[in-house]
């Protein structure tokens, strides 16, 4: 039974230093687009950050893509919302993509779920890929808003 109590506390425990550890905010080094973006933490290093359950438009070609329908006016938005400011960074199942990118929920020092506020406003689509689907049902109604109200992407 001491083993049972002490391991449930030992949990506890993890969760909370996890949770204290992803309440801090850090600085938006760099956007990228609508969707990618950098963090400066504290030690100096610097992390790719990709939002979780959204897509926006391609603002740039790359070797493999063009750029895409409102790619530059959802990376516009993205970097006025996001250059000079701080971010917390909430996580889901998946840490990493493919690519080292890590997936992020973020929010701004306000409270603004910014992952919801890009669908929201119609500067991105909902795409969730299994298991990080925590917020999938807000980011679908929010998507809905945003194509009832013509907004953004959805103008055309």
Same mark, same amino acid.
């Given at each position: ?8 506390? %030992? ?5 909370? +230093?996890?949770?204290? !550890? $992803? ?6 080094? #760099?956007?990228?687009?609508? $969707? @990618?973006? *950098? ?8 992390? #790719?950050?990709?939002? +979780? ?7 740039? /070609?790359?070797?493999?893509? &063009? ?8 990376? &516009?938005?993205?970097?006025? +919302? ?5 971010? /917390?960074?909430?996580? &889901?199942?998946? /840490?990493? $993509? /493919?690519?080292?990118? @890590? %997936? ?5 020092? &306000? ?26 049902? %807000?980011?679908?109604?929010? !998507? !809905?808003?945003? !194509? ?5 992407? *959805?103008?055309?």
């Amino acid at each position: 039974m001491k083993s049972i109590l002490s391991f449930f506390f %030992l949990f506890l425990f993890a969760v909370a +230093i996890s949770t204290a !550890q $992803d309440s801090r905010f850090v600085p938006v080094s #760099k956007v990228v687009d609508g $969707d @990618t973006f *950098w963090v400066k933490h504290p030690n100096g290093t610097e992390e #790719k950050i990709r939002l +979780i359950g959204v897509d926006s438009p391609e603002a740039r /070609r790359t070797g493999r893509t &063009d750029v895409e329908y409102f790619g530059k006016e959802s990376s &516009d938005f993205a970097k006025r +919302i996001l250059s000079g400011k701080k971010v /917390r960074l909430e996580y &889901d199942v998946q /840490r990493y $993509d /493919r690519y080292r990118r @890590t %997936l992020a929920y973020v929010y701004l020092e &306000d409270g603004t779920f910014f992952n919801a506020l890009l669908v929201r406003e119609g500067f991105a689509l909902v795409a969730t890929f299994p298991p990080n689907v925590k917020y999938e049902a %807000l980011f679908l109604k929010e !998507q !809905q808003h945003a !194509q009832k109200l013509k907004k953004g992407l *959805w103008a055309k």
